[in-house]
């Protein structure tokens, strides 16, 4: 007999499965936004760990009940599911709340685009939001000619990636080269024939042009590829990925450039957006597109470099340490072997900044990053390297525009990305 999970006397409160795949290295950021929202509205949440077997039958690393799918329905009459990345088919949800005797299905909400959009409710990043800062990052090359490697076939977030990409470009006036061959897409499976693949669609790329990967494994590829092919980046190949996972972008050599998704935004807003259809089952909510947060440069775009090696050491050396205890100018220059005076004019004429400018802007962008997870302010201070909050609160407001307070209210209430 299945175990009993006792229910709530409350008759507002909503039961809600989470389904995620065993492995996934943007979704720790991701469900952090789901359990703030679910923990906010009183939810009960249950994660589901999915997998597929090799013939594609549906398995469950962890799930509320050892049983199927139809089990678990039975056991917790969920109102809604919010999927990931669709782990789990239309077709078997219906099946489920079937076998269970559930009067309805369960409202379904996919985060991440399903493989089949028509019909379907979804939040995902906005595609259009990352290519424009993707392209607005690679013009600053001056480059003519731009190009989009895809993940892999049948992917319609990469698909779309590359579309808006290609789009924006020929807007621009610049042109656009498409990876000839999707089946041969290097992201998903990497073998000799898609190797070959990426190879041969480089070399052939007129030079200098400026690509835009689908996602930061993809782009760790084309790196590799580039090295083996002998082109500079970002001198003959300028690279920009989506994600900014920090272990890939900052052990890829050069370091990797990457449009950071707000994914904690993306999880809250899907389960936001299933909160409200459960209040309001008859009215289907439309899609959802949450734009990105930033572009985190890094030395596969920082066109100084092919000005000034030394400012670029500097800018990387202050990317990777500008948040630790003590860190100052000083410590930048050093990097530079240069003198002070000397660094600082090569700096300035170089970049257009300051090194304390440049070191409060890395400061600042990763402040804005952690105040989105909810981190105190003072703690967020004492984290991003400084030692002082009033100087912390100073600084923000200097180069964001407004309070560190009024920052922080308006991108809760939804109002900021």
Same mark, same amino acid.
């Given at each position: 007999?299945?175990?009993?999970?006792?229910?709530?006397?409350?008759?507002?409160?909503?039961?809600?499965? +989470?389904?995620?795949?065993?492995?996934?290295?943007?979704?720790?950021?991701?469900?952090?936004?789901?359990?703030?929202?679910?923990?906010?509205?009183?939810?009960?949440?249950?994660?589901?760990?999915?997998?597929?077997?090799?013939?594609?039958?549906?398995?469950?690393?962890?799930?509320?009940?050892?049983?199927?799918?139809?089990?678990?329905?039975?056991?917790?009459?969920? &109102?809604?599911?919010?999927?990931? +990345?669709?782990?789990?088919?239309?077709?078997?949800?219906?099946?489920?709340?079937?076998?269970?005797?559930?009067?309805?299905?369960?409202?379904?909400?996919?985060?991440?685009?399903?493989?089949?959009? $028509?019909?379907?409710?979804?939040?995902?990043?906005?595609?259009?939001?990352?290519?424009?800062?993707?392209?607005?990052?690679?013009?600053?090359?001056?480059?003519?000619?731009?190009?989009?490697?895809?993940?892999?076939?049948?992917?319609?977030?990469?698909?779309?990636?590359?579309?808006?990409?290609?789009?924006?470009?020929?807007?621009?006036?610049?042109?656009?080269?498409?990876?000839?061959?999707?089946?041969?897409?290097?992201?998903?499976?990497?073998?000799? $024939?898609?190797?070959?693949? +990426?190879?041969?669609?480089?070399?052939?790329?007129?030079?200098?042009?400026?690509?835009?990967?689908?996602?930061?494994?993809?782009?760790?590829?084309?790196? $590799?590829?580039?090295?083996?092919?002998?082109?500079?980046?970002?001198?003959?190949?300028?690279?920009?990925?989506?994600?900014?996972?920090?272990?890939?972008?900052?052990?890829?050599?050069?370091?990797?450039?990457?449009?950071?998704?707000?994914?904690?935004?993306?999880?809250?807003?899907?389960? &936001?957006?299933?909160?409200?259809?459960?209040?309001?089952?008859?009215?289907?909510?439309?899609?959802?597109?949450?734009?990105?947060?930033?572009?985190?440069?890094?030395?596969?775009?920082?066109?100084?470099?092919?000005?000034?090696?030394?400012?670029?050491?500097?800018?990387?050396?202050?990317?990777?340490?500008?948040?630790?205890?003590?860190?100052?100018?000083?410590?930048?220059?050093?990097?530079?072997?240069?003198?002070?005076?000397?660094?600082?004019?090569?700096?300035?004429?170089?970049?257009?900044?300051?090194?304390?400018?440049?070191?409060?802007?890395?400061?600042?962008?990763?402040?804005?990053?952690?105040?989105?997870?909810?981190?105190?302010?003072?703690?967020?201070?004492?984290?991003?390297?400084?030692?002082?909050?009033?100087?912390?609160?100073?600084?923000?407001?200097?180069?964001?525009?407004?309070?560190?307070?009024?920052?922080?209210?308006?991108?809760?209430?939804?109002?900021?990305?």
């Amino acid at each position: 007999m299945a175990k009993r999970i006792s229910r709530p006397l409350a008759s507002d409160s909503k039961t809600v499965l +989470l389904a995620i795949p065993q492995v996934g290295e943007v979704l720790p950021r991701t469900l952090s936004g789901v359990y703030r929202l679910a923990k906010e509205r009183g939810w009960h949440l249950h994660t589901m760990v999915c997998t597929r077997d090799a013939s594609g039958g549906l398995g469950f690393v962890r799930a509320p009940e050892s049983g199927s799918l139809p089990d678990i329905f039975s056991l917790l009459k969920p &109102d809604g599911v919010l999927d990931t +990345l669709q782990i789990i088919l239309p077709d078997e949800i219906r099946a489920a709340a079937h076998a269970a005797g559930m009067r309805s299905d369960p409202l379904v909400v996919h985060i991440g685009s399903p493989a089949s959009t $028509n019909g379907a409710v979804y939040v995902h990043g906005d595609p259009e939001s990352f290519a424009k800062l993707a392209l607005r990052e690679l013009l600053q090359s001056g480059f003519r000619d731009f190009a989009y490697v895809p993940y892999s076939p049948g992917e319609s977030w990469s698909v779309e990636r590359g579309e808006s990409f290609a789009r924006f470009v020929t807007l621009s006036g610049r042109r656009f080269h498409p990876f000839p061959d999707a089946a041969s897409a290097p992201g998903n499976v990497i073998d000799g $024939n898609s190797r070959n693949a +990426l190879l041969h669609f480089l070399a052939a790329l007129p030079k200098p042009c400026g690509v835009f990967a689908a996602n930061d494994i993809v782009g760790e590829i084309v790196l $590799n590829a580039a090295r083996m092919l002998g082109f500079g980046v970002p001198g003959e190949l300028a690279v920009v990925s989506v994600d900014d996972l920090a272990h890939i972008c900052e052990a890829t050599r050069p370091t990797l450039s990457s449009v950071r998704r707000d994914l904690e935004e993306e999880g809250r807003a899907a389960a &936001d957006l299933l909160d409200k259809w459960l209040d309001a089952p008859s009215r289907p909510p439309r899609p959802l597109a949450v734009p990105a947060v930033s572009l985190v440069r890094r030395a596969s775009t920082q066109f100084s470099a092919l000005q000034d090696e030394r400012v670029s050491r500097s800018q990387e050396f202050i990317r990777n340490h500008a948040c630790e205890e003590g860190f100052s100018p000083q410590d930048a220059i050093r990097t530079m072997f240069l003198s002070r005076s000397a660094a600082y004019n090569l700096f300035r004429s170089v970049t257009g900044r300051s090194i304390l400018q440049e070191i409060h802007a890395v400061r600042i962008e990763r402040a804005m990053e952690k105040l989105r997870t909810g981190l105190a302010p003072v703690a967020v201070a004492a984290e991003c390297g400084y030692s002082s909050y009033l100087d912390f609160r100073r600084v923000f407001r200097r180069v964001v525009g407004m309070p560190v307070g009024a920052w922080t209210k308006g991108v809760f209430r939804g109002k900021m990305v």
